[in-house]
């Protein structure tokens, strides 16, 4: 098969897929109440607004593939075929967010998950470990930003998240 109708080929089905996802949205987003609350706006609005857009890019992307591909796209870059080990990594820190959220709270769960991602993502770069100085300094950047996610979203936005204590802090 020509390279360049196979390109295109799976160009489309990425557009196509967009279009579905698309699909599936709006159909999600008829079951949501369109009451307006807040500033007129229901709580169906958002879901509405994502929807288009997804559909919007996924008609661009069709019609991009469809009349010459994506035209002046850079060759791939990187490995010819996926860093496994590093996926690895990445899944687990997503694995472990969800084991400790409830136990241990969001910025201890949200900070082992960035650990370990950012290991994960260093290794598919060909970076080695870098050893406990590395891990510990991996850690303290996680809780610099998920602790003031947390209390952003607790005190601010009033969203109840999992914390270490009861006072509302950690």
Known sequence: MDPTKSSRSIHTLIGVAA???AGLLAW???GI???AGYAGVGPNFLPWVVTVALALC???LVFEARTGGFREMDPPSGAE????K????????VAVNALLIERAGFVVACTACYTLAVHGLRSA???RWGGPRKLVLDAVTGVLIS????WLFTKVLKVNLPGITGSGWL
Do not use: K, N
């Not at 075929?81 to 496994?84: A, L, P, S, V």
């Not at 602790?147 to 947390?150: L, M, N, R, S």
């Open 86 to 93: 590093a996926v690895a990594w990445v899944a687990a820190g």
């Open 19 to 21: 279009l579905l996802v």
């Open 28 to 30: 999600g987003a008829t």
């Open 58 to 60: 996924g008609g661009w």
């Open 33 to 35: 109440s369109s009451q």
């Open 125 to 127: 770069e060909g970076h």
């Open 147 to 150: 602790a003031p996610v947390f």
């Open 81 to 84: 075929r996926g860093d496994w």
